[in-house]
């Protein structure tokens, strides 16, 4: 139990009413563990992103519950479930959604400012993790000067930079060759997986499915194969 | 929290375009509201430029009189009527009139003629060339050097003109606190010799100035006086008054509050599009920092410190604009009239405010609605 990081239990989540009501996450139900990366894999269209944003705090189901370190998150507030996505989870969004206006380190930093950290001191450790994805000395160009690679590393550097324990990816290489995808990945299983730390990855692209430690297939909003290891593995 | 306003400080000040768009707007909307007001504030001062002059406590006149330039004459029984008010420390006449001089070279100009009481010279101006007391010499008048000063082809003491057949000479040359508004030269002299030269209604006075014993006494001596069917005005109430007429009765006050009032619609329309634009452009980068955290009170703080910081600092812009161009036009053009004072720096404050929340509440709007799961959803 004390191994289990992420438990989501009979999910549904659907968009419109009436005639329009579209299912997006059918009476989904998983774990997530510390310690291991998971894929969740399927079509467009299958509602990963939707089950990720659910887990992750973003997306309140219809029905369900998440557990994350044995916490429901959807009984907390909204101030608490913003926290929580604050100090529990990290995310690297497909498009990165990094600031053009500001610097790579301040970029990185935005997670520690937002924690009510001292500038000069966020920026300091921002340093340091841009350091770990090997970018330190490009910390005062704006992001639009880095490759889109780069920009990726600096998308990560940012999620890990407040040791969530949960880290979300959503779709890490769908704008990256098949080499630096595997290279980006290769860096966050060696790197950034820990013991501590889970990591659930949307994607469709089996060039970087070799990097999984256990993988679900999604389909019409629901899990409709295990593709490696079991649903519920401890 | 200082380091998440920092963060929309940067997100602004960064993106350079939109921020001098914002700083354009406001300050040129700030420019246009100071500079309306300041020259209406400025027509208003020197409108009262005889009452601040004179500097008398209390004006009795005509209740019909609505500025110190047109009086309407008064007949000469009030003055005593006014002395024998209890409370009056003292009570004298005053004439205030236009006429026409002939100068030297043949020109005929108009000029204001100040009749000073002959006992007291009561409302006297500061002399700085000659002596006040050549007020009471034959045909002696006082010049005052202001702006309009040449316009009397810069007289001397003993520069002599004419004034309704009647010779005049300068004895004086005075200063004043402030100019008139009309550009007419202003003559100072006896109250009799106003009268002798400038002949109208036989036993009539301009106007009575009134010292009180006490400030207590003005309620009762304005009492007594609208008892005799006349109007007794302190300082400041007259001002009013006159201010008043040009608000109300000339159209020049109408005139700048529309232009006012477009100023503000310029900026407001400049900023707030602007910022709209702004917000519209980082939507997503919104987006994102909900998604990471940031709570919905800390994205309003946010922007209304972009807004609040852009609007001030583009208020300060205009404020120096506007004083930076008074400033060179006082120098350069004689009697450029405008005067910054507190409540039109106020009123320009109170605007920008508007502007800041209107163009805040736009943004807030938006963004309060942008929902984190939109950027994941791409």
């Not at chain 1, 950034?192 to 949307?202: A, G, K, P, Y």
């Not at chain 2, 209406?40 to 406590?57: D, E, M, P, R």
Request: aromatic content about 10%; hydrophobic content about 45%; glycine content about 8%.
């Amino acid at each position: 139990m004390a191994n289990l990081a992420v438990r989501a239990s009979e999910l549904v989540k659907w968009f419109g009413e009436g005639e329009a009501r579209t299912y997006a996450v059918r009476k989904v139900s998983f774990e997530a563990n510390f310690g291991e990366m998971l894929y969740i894999v399927g079509p467009s269209g299958s509602g990963k992103t939707t089950l990720l944003s659910v887990i992750s705090g973003i997306l309140r189901p219809n029905s369900g519950t998440v557990r994350v370190e044995d916490k429901e998150i959807w009984s907390l507030t909204d101030d608490e479930i913003a926290d929580f996505r604050l100090n529990t989870v990290g995310f690297v969004f497909q498009d990165f959604h990094l600031f053009p206006r500001l610097t790579t380190a301040e970029n990185v930093a935005i997670p520690l400012i937002l924690k009510r950290r001292n500038w000069n001191e966020s920026i300091k450790e921002a340093m340091e993790y841009l350091e770990i994805v090997g970018l330190k000395e490009r910390a005062h160009l704006p992001p639009v000067k880095l490759s889109t690679g780069e920009q990726q590393r600096v998308a990560i550097a940012r999620a890990i930079v407040s040791h969530p324990d949960l880290l979300i990816l959503d779709e890490p290489t769908a704008s990256l060759d098949g080499d630096t995808g595997r290279r980006i990945l290769d860096f966050v299983k060696k790197n950034i997986l820990n013991e501590n730390r889970c990591i659930i990855i949307v994607t469709h692209d089996s060039r970087i499915f070799e990097y999984s430690d256990r993988m679900m297939k999604m389909e019409d909003g629901k899990i409709t194969e295990v593709l490696k290891g079991d649903l519920n593995e401890k | 929290m200082i380091g998440i306003l920092k963060l929309g400080y940067k997100l602004l000040v960064n993106d350079k375009a939109k921020f001098l768009a914002l700083l354009v707007g406001t300050a040129f909307a700030v420019f246009l509201m100071v500079q309306m007001t300041s020259i209406f504030a400025g027509v208003l001062q020197k409108s009262s430029s005889t009452v601040i002059n004179i500097g008398a406590k209390i004006w009795v006149m005509d209740p019909g009189v609505q500025t110190p330039v047109y009086s309407i004459p008064l007949p000469d029984y009030v003055l005593d009527g006014v002395r024998s008010i209890e409370g009056v420390k003292y009570a004298v006449p005053l004439y205030s009139g236009g006429a026409l001089v002939k100068l030297q070279s043949g020109v005929y100009q108009s000029v204001t003629v100040i009749g000073l009481d002959d006992a007291s010279l009561f409302g006297r101006p500061e002399v700085f060339e000659g002596q006040i007391e050549d007020i009471y010499g034959e045909n002696a008048f006082v010049v005052v050097h202001d702006q309009e000063f040449q316009k009397l082809e810069n007289p001397k003491i003993g520069t002599t003109f004419e004034l309704n057949d009647h010779r005049g000479v300068i004895v004086g040359i005075a200063k004043v606190t402030i100019s008139g508004l009309f550009g007419i030269p202003t003559l100072y002299t006896t109250y009799n010799r106003a009268i002798q030269y400038i002949p109208s209604t036989r036993y009539t006075i301009s106007y009575i100035l009134v010292e009180p014993k006490s400030k207590n006494d003005t309620a009762h001596i304005k009492e007594e006086v609208e008892r005799m069917g006349y109007e007794a005005l302190t300082a400041d109430e007259f001002m009013k008054k006159i201010t008043r007429f040009y608000i109300f009765q000339t159209g020049i006050g109408t005139n700048i509050l529309i232009m006012t009032v477009i100023s503000f619609l310029v900026g407001l329309s400049i900023s707030a599009q602007t910022f709209y634009t702004f917000i519209l452009e980082n939507l997503e980068k919104f987006g994102a920092l909900k998604a990471i955290g940031i709570k919905g009170r800390e994205l309003i703080y946010v922007i209304l410190f972009q807004t609040t910081f852009a609007s001030l600092t583009g208020y300060g812009l205009g404020v120096g604009l506007s004083s930076l161009l008074i400033t060179i036009a006082m120098l350069r053009v004689p009697n450029y009239t405008a005067k910054i004072n507190y409540l039109n720096l106020g009123l320009g404050f109170i605007m920008v405010l508007i502007i800041a929340g209107i163009s805040s509440y736009i943004g807030i709007r938006k963004v309060i609605k942008i929902e984190p799961f939109d950027i994941f959803r791409g």
